[in-house]
């Protein structure tokens, strides 16, 4: 495990992004997940410069702390992926948190990664569990991950 730490959700969100980023994912149709990024290239094709999940909102509707691990080369038991794609890291590392206050910087060597994002519900609304799981870079790119 790189990193693990309980996060209040912003905006019912969590997150890991590239330090060097300068925005914060987008959402779009996934329920799950957030990954365009303005500022890349093509902000519909991977690699992006960070993910946001849907969290802690509870089924109330009530805010709830958020378990966000981030993993590498270690598949989670007890959670369901729901989200694979390439993650861009610049060079100055990672965060991963919330986007404000709660987040922690983590060193990460520069480079493409897979990526992919597992939780512990079976809907956005009741995710209370995120785990960020990033595999080593590999050459064919993200060409490779959607076939």
């Not at 410069?49 to 691990?69: F, I, K, L």
Request: aromatic share 8%; proline share 11%; no cysteine.
């Amino acid at each position: 495990m790189i990193a693990s730490l309980d996060v209040a959700p912003v905006l019912g969100q969590v997150a890991l992004v590239d330090a060097t980023s300068p925005d914060f994912p987008e959402w779009g149709d996934d329920p799950w997940v957030a990954y365009r990024s303005p500022s890349a290239g093509d902000p519909e094709q991977p690699p992006f410069p960070g993910v946001a999940v849907a969290a802690g909102g509870g089924s109330g509707g009530e805010p709830r702390p958020v378990s966000v691990r981030l993993l590498k080369s270690e598949r989670p038991t007890g959670l369901r992926m729901v989200h694979r794609t390439w993650l861009r890291v610049g060079g100055h590392g990672l965060v991963v948190g919330n986007e404000m206050s709660q987040t922690r910087r983590v060193a990460f060597a520069r480079g493409v990664y897979p990526l992919e994002v597992w939780v512990d519900a079976a809907r956005p609304d009741d995710v209370g569990a995120v785990a960020f799981v990033v595999w080593p870079g590999d050459t064919r790119g993200p060409a490779h991950l959607r076939g």
